[in-house]
């Protein structure tokens, strides 16, 4: 798009949802022809080799911390990783650090990467590790010559939906299911949580962080952070179903999909709206407090724009329209 174009998008509420539903239609017939290529999901293309070390250790040491995991307890555990993006670098923190079994990898889109950067963040991310782990690493991944990948331990899988993906029907039940920003962007994630329901085994552990907010879409333009949440369902549906962009579901949904597939769960807050860029809440927590300034930030916007937010998202409390991201933890039953 032209520059001087898109800086009237951004100005305008009604051009940035004729853009989102213009790029939701290309994203739709590229998929169609067999396409998945998009710079959704390439995170690194941007980054230093620190950089990318840094952001592959939060990933990883989140799902340690807030699963209450050690290595020990991931030894021969079998791993599924929806939504990883450009960059199978925590699929390999676990195999190497974590001594587990297998990691299989799925993502509906082929993220845009550069493969000698890559091949670069995983050297270096090799040179991290001690002697045993080094030797875990070098069993799922080959860097003597470009990126070989042992599918055998460490199997990618792209363009498809976690639900439709007749891979994932050949394997073993996995005992942890991980995503970082994944399952906001499916629509309708029902038949996702179905699938991933399927696939994990008895007493194994999901952990899924997922972002409620806009990602950028009206607020990093000057909008309010919920003018998402201000239009239609058939309109919003047009601009987001097929090109991974939010699905607007609340907290609630969450907490109400864990309760109806028998989970025992915890839902840990990571943002709330406002806090502009300020990064996660640490450590996430259970509930917001209030009192707190961000806090009291946050109800003030909710208050500005409820009476123009749409039906569903106007019967929500105050104190969800605030939460800007999840942390969810639940564990199967056995």
């Known amino acids: 798009m032209p520059r001087d174009l898109k800086a009237i998008v951004k100005r305008s509420k009604t051009a940035i949802i004729a853009y989102k539903m213009y790029d939701n239609c290309r994203l739709k017939r590229q998929m169609k022809r067999g396409n ?7 995170t690194h293309l941007e980054f230093s080799i620190d950089q990318s070390l840094a952001y592959i250790a939060t990933q990883f040491d989140d799902y340690m911390l807030y699963g209450d995991l050690t290595p020990a307890m991931l030894r021969g555990k079998r791993v599924f990783e929806l939504g990883f993006g450009d960059n199978v670098g925590v699929a390999l923190k676990f195999l190497a650090v974590g001594g587990s079994e297998r990691a299989v990898c799925l993502d509906k889109f082929y993220a845009t990467r550069d493969q000698e950067q890559q091949r670069r963040i995983y050297a270096a991310l090799r040179d991290t590790l001690t002697q045993d782990e080094r030797k875990r690493f070098d069993e799922a991944i080959d860097l003597s010559n470009g990126l070989n990948l042992n599918a055998e331990r460490l199997k990618c899988i792209y363009g498809v939906d976690v639900e439709d993906a007749p891979d994932l029907a050949q394997e ?3 005992d942890l299911i991980v995503s970082r920003g994944a399952v906001q962007d499916i629509y309708e994630p029902d038949a996702a949580f179905a699938a991933m329901d ?5 007493s194994g ?4 962080k997922i972002d409620l907010s806009d990602q950028k879409m009206f607020g990093s333009n000057g909008m309010h952070p919920l003018t998402f949440l201000t239009i239609s369902e058939g309109i919003y549906r047009r601009m987001a179903i097929d090109s991974g962009r939010p699905n607007r579901k609340p907290l609630s949904y969450y907490r109400n999909k864990m309760a109806e597939l028998g989970y025992d769960a915890k839902i ?3 943002e709330v709206i406002g806090r502009n860029g300020l990064g996660d ?3 996430h927590q259970e509930r917001i407090e209030r009192g707190a300034r ?3 930030a946050a109800l003030a916007l909710v208050k500005d724009i409820r009476p123009r937010l749409t039906g569903e998202f106007k019967r929500l409390s105050d104190e969800e329209l605030i939460v800007g991201g999840i942390f969810l933890i639940a564990k199967k039953r056995s």
């Open 36 to 42: 998945p290529e998009s710079l959704d999901g390439a």
């Open 172 to 174: 073993d039940p996995f």
């Open 198 to 202: 399927r696939l994990l085994a008895k």
């Open 205 to 208: 552990l999901a952990m899924h």
């Open 268 to 270: 840990l807050i990571t």
């Open 281 to 283: 809440l640490v450590p």
């Open 294 to 296: 961000y806090v009291e």
